[in-house]
């Protein structure tokens, strides 16, 4: 291509108050048709490259750019090349594109400074969105100097500092229900806020967030946890999935579950609490049982939603796991009960399973056949079935978290 750098020799001055983002997009990769796979991916206006060491000698550290690295990059010394370029100026950012994504790849790659890591058979369009993540947070960056035509990216509605409730979705036994409330009630809530809502999946051995969402993932959450000691929000944020009919960011579990005791209590806590920073809610599904990240999970939580089956296994574990909370010291204010199949015609009636438990249910979420069918489906039921009473119920369920709560578009 014989186009002059655009962007990282000169340009065209652009106005503070210019209403899109000008930043320069590059391309470097050795091999001819997968730069321009690459390529095709991120439109019109990109410099390509062969080499770091290429791209390098042309820098100027005048404008921002945004350079997308091929699978021909991804060694060690490319990488070092890369870092040095990244501390020498600030106004260069890279983003990987690798042939097969691993987490040692990755951690390498995020440690040397890389913003983000995708796979180049991925989701059509993620490069692109991670390209244009990148270069929202580069042009919010201090600089002086000029920038040049290239990359018009949409101004980000503002990045204001929040402090968003932690809804922890709990039952002490399997099947009650809680992957089929928690998915539902979090795409509930990102339909309602305009700010960002994130659903956590800490079920770490058996999750099944991904697959009741239908989303293919590129990073889990033992990503973050491996470059936890460089975490930001940015950086948080660009290793979360988004469902894309409700807007809702996931942090998937980890795709094995050999991989779940990488996730202590500790890391737990501190990716929802970072969460929380940028989203409106985070909501977080969880195993069947008591360990230390779901009781360290309990305790950040604004809000602890405790799902019992109309059962007598279901209503015998729901009360050990009510004592367990109350030795605990669990303020009994955050907790919600939540009746699952309240409707089954089954012997036991709600007042009663309400006085064995000595707490009033506060949400009765009726059995239906949708529920299997959208989960069958990779759709929450909330989207597959709008007008169903578990849709009404879940929807009564998160007007409750919206009380006072300004983020919210619409009931
Ligand atoms: N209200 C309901 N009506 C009908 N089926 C339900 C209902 N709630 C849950 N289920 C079914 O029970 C199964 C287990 O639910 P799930 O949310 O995966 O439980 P948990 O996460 O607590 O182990 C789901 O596959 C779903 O089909
Ligand atoms: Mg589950």
Do not use: W
């Not at 995708?118 to 969105?129: F, N």
């Not at 779901?294 to 604004?302: H, Q």
Request: with cysteine; proline share 7%; glycine share 8%.
């Amino acid at each position: 291509m014989t186009t002059p750098d655009p962007g990282i020799v000169t340009g065209a001055d652009v106005p503070p108050t210019a209403p899109a983002v000008r930043v320069s997009v590059a391309v470097v990769e050795g091999d001819v048709p997968v730069r321009q796979r690459i390529m095709g991916l991120l439109g019109e206006g990109v410099t390509p490259f062969e080499t770091v060491e290429e791209l390098s000698s042309r820098l100027t550290g005048a404008v921002p750019v945004v350079a997308v690295l091929g699978p021909s990059c991804a060694g060690e010394d490319s990488l070092a090349v890369a870092e040095r370029m990244m501390r020498e100026y600030p106004l260069l950012a890279c983003v990987l594109v690798v042939e097969e994504l691993t987490t040692t790849l990755l951690q390498q790659a995020l440690r040397a400074g890389v913003r983000d890591v995708l796979a180049l058979g991925g989701e059509s369009g993620a490069l692109a969105q991670a390209v244009q993540r990148v270069a929202i947070s580069l042009d919010h960056a201090p600089r002086g100097g000029m920038a040049a035509p290239a990359l018009p990216v949409e101004e980000p509605s503002g990045p204001e500092p929040v402090n968003g409730k932690v809804i922890t979705v709990f039952s002490t036994k399997g099947g009650a229900g809680k992957s089929v409330l928690s998915t539902s009630l979090a795409v509930e809530l990102a339909r309602r806020s305009d700010k960002p809502v994130c659903l956590v999946d800490a079920d770490l051995q058996f999750g099944d967030v991904a697959v009741m969402l239908k989303l293919t993932p590129h990073h889990t959450i033992v990503d973050a946890v491996s470059v936890l000691d460089r975490m930001d929000a940015p950086l948080l944020d660009s290793l979360l999935v988004t469902h894309e009919p409700s807007g809702l960011r996931v942090m998937p579990a980890p795709l094995e579950p050999a991989f779940a005791d990488q996730v202590g209590a500790a890391e737990m806590v501190a990716i929802v609490e970072l969460l929380r920073s940028f989203c409106s809610y985070v909501v977080v599904d969880t195993p069947a049982y008591f360990n230390d990240v779901v009781l360290g999970l309990v305790e950040v939580s604004d809000h602890v939603a405790l799902v019992a089956g109309m059962d007598i296994p279901n209503i015998k574990n729901v009360k050990i796991g009510l004592q367990t909370l109350r030795l605990l010291n669990t303020p009994m204010e955050k907790l919600l009960l939540v009746l699952n199949r309240a409707n089954s015609k089954v012997k036991l009636d709600v007042g009663e399973v309400e006085r064995t438990l000595q707490v009033k249910a506060d949400s009765l979420i009726p059995s239906d056949v949708c529920v299997p069918q959208a989960v069958n489906k990779g759709e929450p039921v909330v989207l597959h079935a709008p007008r169903s009473g578990v849709t009404k119920a879940i929807q009564q369920l998160a007007d409750k978290f919206m009380v006072d709560d300004r983020s919210q578009k619409r009931k």
